[in-house]
């Protein structure tokens, strides 16, 4: 995990600094083989594999933990690049506004988050929270690809749904015990 970060750091693919590799190697790794773990129902067969818990595409904690940072470099930029400050708007009232079906389906993804919790509190069985976060970095992905925040008319709007998105999303990796990191 560590090479692979120097690598996007020498790139200058990464928002991490020489000193932050091994902090942020050691989060997704530990995340990585918890949340192959917990993702499972435990009924089911297991294989462990570690080419699987390290993929940075599907349903894994290397692809989650991207979702999350790619979602704070965005409300990030907008207060480096735009001025726009997501706890300002906050506290301003700053309503947001779901004009695109992208939007939509992110906010009703957060809306379901509650259910999720009872569904776990059931059966106390963790998968459930780990379906929840992938199908809801899924929905983030679409909406970061289908909706341009930066630079827009709904760029306010825009950043305080990618707020609510990786506040939820630290939610469930807290319940899940695994480290969230802001930048990769």
Not at 100 to 110: G, I, V
Not at 136 to 144: K, P, R, T
């Amino acid at each position: 995990m560590e090479a692979s970060l120097n690598e996007r750091i020498a790139e200058g693919k990464a928002g991490i600094t020489k000193d932050q590799v091994h902090e942020t190697a050691c989060a997704m790794g530990y995340g990585a083989v918890k949340y192959f773990d917990l993702r499972r129902n435990p009924t089911s067969n297991y294989i462990f594999s570690y080419d699987r818990m390290l993929d940075t595409k599907g349903n894994t904690a290397i692809y989650l933990l991207y979702a999350h940072a790619r979602l704070e470099s965005i409300i990030s930029r907008a207060e480096a690049d735009h001025g726009v400050n997501v706890d300002e708007l906050i506290k301003g009232g700053q309503a947001i506004v779901l004009g695109h079906k992208s939007e939509r389906n992110l906010a009703l993804h957060l809306e379901i988050f509650a259910d999720c919790i009872e569904e776990t509190l059931k059966d106390l069985y963790p998968y459930h929270i780990c379906d929840f976060v992938y199908n809801l970095s899924i929905a983030a992905s679409d909406f970061v690809t289908q909706c341009k925040v930066l630079g827009t008319d709904e760029m306010q709007s825009r950043v305080l749904l990618c707020r609510a998105t990786a506040i939820t999303m630290r939610q469930c990796f807290q319940l899940l015990g695994i480290r969230h990191v802001m930048r990769i």
